[in-house]
């Protein structure tokens, strides 16, 4: 049984079917509550040795629970997710500036006209 209130012990991980987790060959980030949710979105530039179509189908599991368990998500392509890292096989590259400015718009995240583009890239991270 879990051991704090939406905390998964080793039991009931294992307990769970692939469907459950964002990334089923890796038993990755399990979606079984808004905590959950919460938490694959914040890690899911963190799982390793996945393809892009692995995170693309996770990006569309984790968008099914965030909307079955009320998480509001604004990111709308998986490539939006986290920071990019080494471990992340990805042909996107870095954002231009001019990317950035536009989901900051989008967002409405206010003095953004004034905002480097490393400034940008944190705002957007928060």
Do not use: C
């Amino acid at each position: 049984m879990a051991t704090r209130r939406n905390e998964l012990d080793a039991e009931d991980r294992n307990s769970l079917s692939e469907s459950a987790f964002a990334f089923p060959r890796e038993r990755k980030e399990p979606l079984t509550d808004a905590s959950h949710v919460r938490n694959a979105i914040a890690r899911f530039d963190q799982v390793r040795d996945v393809s892009d179509a692995e995170r693309e189908e996770a990006f569309r599991r984790i968008k099914r629970a965030a909307a079955k368990y009320g998480v509001a998500m604004t990111e709308t392509r998986w490539q939006e997710l986290g920071k990019p890292s080494a471990g992340r096989k990805s042909s996107d590259k870095e954002k231009t500036k001019a990317q950035l400015m536009s989901e900051a718009k989008r967002r409405g995240i206010a003095g953004r006209s004034r905002m480097t583009k490393a400034e940008l890239a944190q705002a957007l991270e928060k």
